[in-house]
């Protein structure tokens, strides 16, 4: 999880963070009415991962607001690496519980198998957390319920979205299939709201519904394999970070500890159809340190590579993976994901005016995405230049392992990683870490085995 920011990826300090379960009222603009509500205004949130339990938790406390979570399956353990920055233990006021492992030392492995231990920068009570996205999921949607939100285990199968989606527009119609009960197949539903929520991740129905264009994805692929206490034990505060094309094109494969297991995985967007190859190499490379455990889990996901061309339409908007909200290089989105729910939940409770009107789509924008993409849109840009950089062949791989032996290129990037802002840059080192970069790609080009070419023209023409 740990990609090379190189003090970069900035994050401006001044954005307002929400700490704690309850969110303090926030001051309302003085926006004319746009559609005065006499009735509660209805809220529906599609997806109960981090962005739309986060987002939900918001909504549920306003009293003239009726909030509606819908998630397909309560239980969904999406396939993830499951590391959150220590930033957002405090801003979110996770409880210790769903945090299996708290790592204070990686491991990055190069094409050559060179080995680069990172972690010494780091203070005592700094870490990164590694969680179950089931625990952790389900432990926002829970708290998000207990503020209010009305909860549907349902499927959501078809988005009527009105002619007219201003605020004096007519109502989304959201047509679902309820699970309740011990029977399998469910219950046809109908839901009608004045404003939704997109946070139902890569394949986001919303999204399709409202228009908002298309992405690229990579496919992630993870294996849950229970190994011995004896080899658990390695990785006790301790993840493995393998780049090379053997394990992927164009990211990096990962063996991550969980409470009683590891997560062994890899992930590629531009030969997804390969990705069960690249993953037996993950195994291989990974060797005696996971030989004889017992695969548990078997996952998959799309995971997006850009943000979709239109994030809000209407009174309609998208957070998280359905926004497109995963930062290159690092493959990072949990905190991003809960992040922009809480951010969309504001600014809605901002311009609902206490539920007494609609926000337009173009007070959507101002309020929500424009100070989003202020925040992180300079971490974007960056992780997605340095990921083309340093994932684009072996001997820039060789290099990208080389220069994290750097003890300022490791405080720069745990800085940038833990808090989400850039502590302490050095001019003169930034000076310095530029002639070395150059030196590691030439060393780098010298040492690295030739990528292997692979073939996909079918399925590349689906890229965007």
């Not at 397909?72 to 959150?84: E, H, L, S």
């Not at 009608?192 to 992405?215: F, H, Q």
């Not at 609609?358 to 340095?386: M, N, W």
């Amino acid at each position: 999880m740990l990609a090379l920011t190189i003090g970069l990826a900035l994050s401006p300090q001044g954005y307002s963070a929400f700490g704690g379960a309850r969110v303090a009222r926030v001051a309302r603009p003085a926006h004319p009415t746009s559609a005065n509500i006499e009735a509660k205004i209805r809220i529906a949130v599609v997806g109960g991962g981090p962005s739309g339990a986060c987002c939900a938790e918001i909504l549920a406390q306003e009293p003239n607001v009726e909030t509606f979570l819908i998630e397909r399956k309560m239980d969904n353990a999406k396939p993830c690496g499951g590391a959150i920055p220590l930033c957002m233990v405090e801003e979110f006021q996770l409880p210790p519980e769903i945090i299996d492992r708290k790592v204070r030392k990686m491991k990055m492995i190069s094409p050559s198998n060179r080995e680069v231990d990172i972690g010494q920068t780091l203070e005592p009570n700094e870490y990164i957390g590694m969680c179950r996205r089931e625990i952790m999921d389900g432990y926002l949607r829970q708290r998000a319920e207990k503020n209010g939100a009305n909860m549907i285990n349902g499927l959501v199968t078809k988005i009527d979205v009105p002619e007219d989606t201003s605020p004096t527009g007519g109502k989304y119609v959201i047509y679902y299939a309820e699970y309740a009960g011990e029977g399998a197949a469910g219950k046809p539903q109908r839901l009608e709201v004045d404003l939704i929520v997109g946070a139902d991740g890569a394949n986001s129905r919303v999204a399709k519904a409202m228009d908002a264009g298309e992405y690229n994805y990579a496919i992630a692929f993870q294996e849950r394999i229970k190994i011995s206490d004896e080899k658990m034990a390695f990785y006790e505060d301790l993840a493995e970070m393998y780049v090379g094309d053997d394990v992927s094109p164009d990211f990096y494969g990962w063996v991550f500890p969980k409470y009683d297991h590891v997560g062994v995985g890899t992930g590629t967007v531009i030969n997804r159809p390969a990705i069960k190859e690249y993953q037996d190499a993950m195994r291989l490379r990974a060797g005696d340190k996971i030989a004889g455990g017992k695969i548990i889990k078997v996952e998959a996901h799309p995971i997006p590579e850009h943000m979709r061309p239109r994030r809000v339409v209407g009174r309609a908007a998208l957070v998280g993976d359905a926004a497109g909200y995963v930062t290159k290089c690092s493959g990072e989105g949990i905190y991003f994901a809960a992040k922009s729910g809480r951010m969309l939940g504001e600014s809605l409770v901002r311009l609902m005016q206490g539920g007494t009107r609609l926000p337009t789509e173009s007070e959507i924008i101002r309020e929500y995405i424009t100070p989003y993409d202020k925040a992180y849109g300079p971490t974007y840009f960056v992780l997605d230049l340095l990921q083309r950089i340093f994932y684009s062949s072996n001997g820039a791989r060789e290099a990208f392992v080389e220069m994290c032996e750097s003890d300022y290129v490791q405080r720069v990037t745990f800085n940038s990683y833990l808090y989400k802002k850039v502590q302490g840059n050095n001019p003169i080192e930034d000076i310095k870490l530029l002639f070395n970069t150059v030196g590691s790609l030439i060393r780098g080009a010298a040492v690295a085995a030739p990528d292997k070419a692979f073939s996909n023209p079918k399925e590349s023409l689906k890229r965007l």
